[in-house]
């Protein structure tokens, strides 16, 4: 799961510097970022709690 982190914040980035001009593509390029920031937050989480950390 640590490993997917780096994987998920690349795809955080790339969407975040896309430049995008068709309001259909940047939607779905905020729906990428707004999932997986979600999900890295998660993974965090569960490795933390998976580790005996608070």
Known sequence: MKAMIPHHSIAVLTSRRARIADPRVRELA???????????????????DIEGRD
Do not use: F, G, N, T
């Not at 729906?31 to 933390?48: F, H, N, W």
């Open 30 to 48: 905020d729906s990428i970022i707004a999932a997986q920031v979600r999900e890295i937050e998660l993974m965090k989480r569960l490795i933390d």
